[in-house]
Each structure stands twice: as C-alpha cells, then as structure tokens.
C-alpha cells in the first residue's frame, strides 16, 4: 500500500512565514515548553492561559500541538490551516512558539472561546489526515452557527 505523501502549498507556506517571525515578546515559546512538559499526552487542543503564570495572556487562548512541528509536515500543514481558520474569523495571532526540540508547537491567541479554538484545530487535522470523513466538521459548523459566525469549516 502506498502511503500518502504531504506537501506544503503555496498558500500554507506563506502562512507559516508570516508567523514565523522572530517573538517579540518570547512568551510563546514558553508556553510551548510547557504544553511540551505538562501535557505531552494531548495531542492537540486549545487552553485558556492561566494569567499567573503567564499574566500577558489573561483571557487569552493557547492553541497548541504535539505532532512534531519541525519534522512532520503533516502538523506544518495544521498549522498553517489553522491560521487560514483564525484569519477567516479575524481572531489576531499574537504568537508563534515552539517548545526546545520543535516538536510542540503553540500559538497565543486574541480569543477566550475555547470550545472554538478547539473545535478548529480538530477539524484541522481530521481535514488532513481523514479528508472527507471528519467526525468534528459538523460540530465545528453547529458551533460556528450557534455563535453567530457567518462562515463554515
């Protein structure tokens, strides 16, 4: 059996270009050392940001994954698409992080909805390693619905 084989387009690296600049502000990278620390055992999802530890992000969401950010391109491709999705709902990115050895990876978001960070990056990924058959495209869509959004996933 042939394994599927995953490439950037055009459109995802340019994305990823626009996030990848240098942090200003470096808290992100923190955040993803800890996602990396404290939470390998989930895989992708999104937090509010506990304001003690990281008071710059009170009522701030953290979208974060742990699927090897530098060496799959698969979660390069997640990234990438999740920024497409914040962009169409013009949720601002504040940060771009990775955790030491690049393998989770965080962004630090102008959002305290945590069902949709959520729901979002799920949908992301299932897009892309499932395609069609994606067990949270409906519920993203009843979400985006019930909370006034005028877009679809």
Known sequence: ?????????KTEKTLLDRIQRPN???VCNLMATKMYREHMNVH???WLID???FPEGEGECLIFG??????DVRARKEVAQVVSRLDSLAIRIFEFGLGPDGYTWA?????????????IVWDVWFDITCG?????KEKLNEYLD???YEVTA
Do not use: C, H
Request: no cysteine.
């Open 24 to 26: 200003i502000i470096g």
């Open 107 to 119: 962004l630090w978001v102008d959002s305290d909805d945590e069902v949709l960070l959520d729901l």
């Open 146 to 148: 019930e909370m006034g």
């Open 44 to 46: 992708r999802g999104a």
């Open 1 to 9: 059996m042939k394994t599927k084989q995953y490439r950037l387009t």
């Open 132 to 136: 069609k058959v994606n067990p949270m």
């Open 66 to 71: 742990n699927d090897s950010f530098t060496s």
């Open 51 to 53: 304001d003690d530890e």
